[in-house]
């Protein structure tokens, strides 16, 4: 018998509740036609056999990142991950961990978040950092909407960031109806961070700024934080690529409000697109306005050092119009895997690591530069991501070709920015530690066979 608790009655009280008539008009916003619409060359169903041996034709076609010259970047990384950091994270009191509600028994999880929050705090020149989020595009919106409520201001400059981070914003702006002004890669590669700094007013509650940004540029923090601060916004810095910290300032120490940015690429992997780790950090004065929790250390009544839950700001913890986010939890596994590799490096190995990546990068440019019809946006510098013009031709249509070669040349602006026709020919490369010299001259010889 399956299990009903609720009586028609119930759901009447309910809908009539929510101002609803129906259970349907729960689902009015879904487009007419698509619930319980068939969709076209996909069968009814099919035996469990049969699927299997479907889908293993369908991931044949891929072309895997470990299986050839793979220069993909654009938001998510590919670096070498120690093996030891898999071998970890499997332990069984780390795996199968659950949310550290008693802190007497979850020392050890506790612990792990807090060396984390520091890891990350140190790398963001915050004074504090959470014990995670999900990825950095919902970061990305928290730091937003923590923004809005300390300036009380509903105006958001955003810069040139990943496009899905500029979406998960304007989703969640339907709701708080945050007022969203944004500057295309295009228009900001003409006038520079002057053209966001313009766009600063009285409303304005924060600017958000990649850095680098999605084009591999990196942008002027502290003169940005200095407009912004000077018409009483803060600065929201975005990290995609943590890497890059080992070698660049801090966005902290450049002025920078509140950072938030994705852990992917140090520890987590691919995973073919999650689970991500979203990072964020902030001034200890704005503590009690971010959201997710934040761990701290105590001792007990026998003066033992131990960890305990010090905030978490969500409505199960606490009444539900003093909740800073709907944020249920912690990406904990993953900031797991974070922080083992973090530690692995050490402050050394980061440092080493980010210099590897830049160095290879930069040399990677310079031939691929010298292609004919082929230009170098980034002029003004990058760290292992830049941005390529391949004059008179579609990126995307190139970069197709190039994978039917075999290599994985870069990610097309056009993919990113479908109805943006100025950003058609530009292509972004990524070049890290794992792309090795002959994976580099593999792409310059086929690209340059593919522009000639």
């Not at 916003?29 to 034709?57: C, F, Q, T, W, Y």
């Not at 950090?281 to 503590?287: D, P, V």
């Not at 050394?348 to 946006?377: T, W």
């Amino acid at each position: 018998m399956r299990y009903l608790p609720l009586t028609p009655t119930d759901r009447s009280e309910m809908l009539a509740t929510i101002g609803a008539d129906t259970v349907d008009d729960l689902f009015r916003d879904v487009p007419e036609g698509v619930l319980n619409a068939e969709i076209a060359g996909l069968p009814a169903h099919a035996s469990e056999m049969a699927v299997e041996r479907h889908m293993k034709k369908l991931a044949a076609k891929n072309l895997s990142a470990a299986d050839a010259p793979f220069f993909l970047g654009a938001g998510a990384y590919r670096h070498h991950v120690p093996a030891s950091v898999d071998h970890l994270i499997q332990r069984g009191e780390f795996l199968t961990a659950y949310t550290p509600y008693q802190p007497e028994i979850a020392q050890g999880t506790l612990q792990v978040l807090f060396e984390f929050q520091t890891q990350v705090a140190r790398l963001f020149g915050t004074d504090i950092a959470n014990a995670s989020m999900y990825d950095g595009s919902t970061a990305c919106w928290e730091a937003i909407a923590m923004a809005a409520r300390i300036t009380r201001r509903d105006g958001v400059v955003i810069g040139p960031i990943h496009p899905h981070y500029l979406s998960t914003a304007k989703t969640m702006a339907k709701f708080t109806k945050d007022e969203i002004r944004e500057l295309s890669p295009a228009l900001i590669a003409d006038a520079g961070d002057d053209a966001m700094i313009d766009m600063i007013d009285d409303k304005t509650s924060c600017v958000v700024v990649q850095y680098p940004d999605i084009l591999g540029r990196i942008p002027d923090l502290a003169k940005i934080a200095d407009a912004a601060h000077g018409k009483g916004a803060l600065l929201v810095a975005v990290v995609t690529e943590p890497v890059a910290l080992g070698l660049l300032e801090s966005p902290g120490s450049l002025g920078a409000d509140i950072v938030v940015g994705e852990g992917q690429s140090l520890g987590v992997g691919l995973n073919f697109g999650g689970p991500y780790l979203g990072l964020f950090g902030a001034r200890e004065k704005y503590t009690r306005q971010m959201p997710g929790r934040l761990c701290g250390e105590t001792v007990d009544a026998d003066g033992k050092r131990g960890f305990v839950l010090t905030l978490s700001t969500r409505e199960q913890h606490i009444r539900r119009e003093k909740a800073t986010s709907n944020i249920c939890t912690n990406s904990g596994l993953c900031a797991l895997a974070f922080s083992i590799h973090m530690t692995l490096l050490g402050g050394e190995g980061l440092d080493k690591l980010s210099r590897i990546n830049h160095a290879r990068a930069v040399k990677a440019a310079g031939k691929l530069a010298a292609i004919d019809g082929v230009e170098l946006v980034n002029e003004g510098g990058f760290f292992n991501e830049f941005t390529l013009r391949l004059v008179g031709h579609d990126a995307r249509e190139v970069a197709l070709r190039m994978a039917k070669r075999g290599i994985l040349s870069g990610v097309a602006l056009s993919r990113l920015y479908p109805d943006s026709l100025d950003l058609s020919e530009g292509l972004v490369v990524c070049v890290t530690e794992t792309c090795s010299d002959e994976d580099v001259d593999a792409l310059v010889a086929a690209l340059a066979e593919e522009l000639a």
